[in-house]
């Protein structure tokens, strides 16, 4: 990604972070509908997107899934900002949507798929909070 001025780089962050919102309702459409492969999928890239905004605030675009899952462990989950249990959740989804995406006879139960939703949520409001914290838009506690 190119250097992007400090507007741009707010906007980007707060459009990943409307992005993640988005597709979280997709995701739910999705599991109403009982689409549960692409019900997964969606769920995974709402963190996905969630997580990209909040490395943005380091100045960090990586390059690959893998690689956000890495900094996002390394510069929040292991630091206790972000709860373990949710870094555990974003990286079982990476792993699920992988699965939906090229194992045959992926399925999910309707109950785990709404844990995964709960789950999904949880992860987007903590990346929120914790990305607008530290724009100086809303404390973190709020």
Not at 18 to 44: C, F, H, P, T, W
Not at 64 to 80: A, N, P
Not at 110 to 134: G, H, M
């Amino acid at each position: 990604m190119k250097e992007l001025n400090k507007d741009n780089l707010i906007h980007l962050i707060h459009y990943r972070l409307s992005r993640s919102e988005e597709v979280l309702d997709d995701a739910k459409s999705m599991i109403d509908k009982g689409s549960q492969i692409s019900a997964v999928n969606r769920l995974y890239y709402a963190c996905f997107y969630a997580a990209l905004g909040l490395l943005l605030t380091d100045g960090h675009s990586p390059k690959s899934h893998d690689g956000v899952i890495t900094l996002l462990g390394q510069r929040y989950i292991l630091t206790g900002i972000i709860p373990k249990e949710l870094g555990k959740h974003y990286s079982l989804l990476y792993k699920e949507r992988i699965s939906g995406d090229y194992d045959e006879f992926a399925e999910y139960s309707p109950e785990i798929l709404e844990r995964f939703y709960q789950n999904s949520q949880a992860f987007i409001k903590a990346i929120k909070d914790i990305t607008l914290f530290r724009l100086g838009e809303r404390p973190k506690g709020n």
